[in-house]
């Protein structure tokens, strides 16, 4: 395949991945439930009755509301820190300038700061979750 027939697919792939699973699911005789929007995950767990994590659990809410209670635990606080501090590949530019510093406080501070980029990131992504799946985004 030559490289710009790829590229071409490549940009058509999120184009054609909804027509092909929705024909795929009329070919198998199953019918998407009225209203609903075809990208939730309720949607696409009632065309495929595939088992999810929302559907172990109950609803989708119930899901993202224990993910919300897990990830504000300080257990997965200190875990995130601790997987941090093991892994520091890079330093922020300030810290790779700066000469009071030794390399090791430098590489703590930016476990730290790396630990905290990662909370924060983790955090809001479930909240950002959380506010749609119960409709109050605008709240944000």
Not at 46 to 58: E, I, K, R, V, Y
Not at 114 to 126: F, L
């Amino acid at each position: 395949m030559l490289r710009r027939s790829f590229l071409k697919g490549l940009v058509a792939a999120p184009v054609a991945a909804p027509v092909m699973a929705r024909d795929a699911a009329s070919a198998a005789g199953i019918s998407p439930p009225l209203n609903t929007p075809p990208f939730k995950l309720d949607a696409v767990r009632a065309m495929t009755g595939a088992q999810t994590p929302a559907a172990l659990d109950g609803s989708f809410v119930d899901y993202v509301r224990d993910e919300l209670k897990r990830i504000t635990s300080p257990e997965w606080e200190n875990r995130t820190r601790a997987e941090s501090a093991r892994s520091v590949t890079r330093l922020d530019p300030d810290l790779a300038s700066s000469k009071s510093l030794s390399l090791s406080a430098a590489i703590r501070l930016q476990a730290k700061r790396d630990a905290d980029r990662r909370i924060e990131e983790v955090r809001g992504h479930w909240l950002a979750e959380f506010r749609k799946a119960t409709g109050t985004e605008w709240l944000a």
